[in-house]
Nanobody
Framework: QVQLVESGGGLVQAGGSLRLSCAAS????????MGWFRQTPRKEREFVAA????????YYADSVKGRFTISRDNAKNMGYLQMNSLKPEDTAVYYC?????????????????WGQGTQVTVSS
């Protein structure tokens, strides 16, 4: 069982940066794939980025590639999403998710554990 808590959201101007954190409980977090997803009222939840349990492999949505960086620190049970060059269209509630054996990291249905979300608002 893993519990996830996101933090670090807020209001930022376009072109600015934010760093989201995901604090995980449970000894097995280091064995879990971790993903970040986002959702707006008008859209379904969409994949943003994911990282393998060993941090050896990362995945990004095309819309954030080159601007966002996902990372993790298994010793601290923490995951991160560094977001640079933010755009108004990045405005959303951001969720971290985790699970073992995720064969398709972009599929939200394959993650059992989710945080409560953190709001990111980018003003133009």
């Amino acid at each position: 069982q893993v519990q996830l808590v996101e933090s670090g959201g807020g209001l930022v101007q376009a072109g600015g940066s934010l760093r989201l954190s995901c604090a995980a409980s449970g000894r097995t977090f280091s064995m879990y794939t971790m993903g970040w997803f986002r959702q707006t009222p008008r859209k379904e939840r969409e994949f943003v980025a994911a990282i393998s349990w060993s941090a050896g492999t990362t995945y990004y949505a095309d819309s954030v590639k080159g601007r966002f960086t996902i990372s993790r620190d298994n010793a601290k049970n923490m995951g991160y999403l560094q977001m640079n060059s933010l755009k108004p269209e990045d405005t959303a509630v951001y969720y971290c998710a985790a699970d073992r054996g995720v064969v398709d990291v972009k599929s939200e249905t394959l993650y059992r554990y989710w945080g409560q979300g953190t709001q990111v608002t980018v003003s133009s």
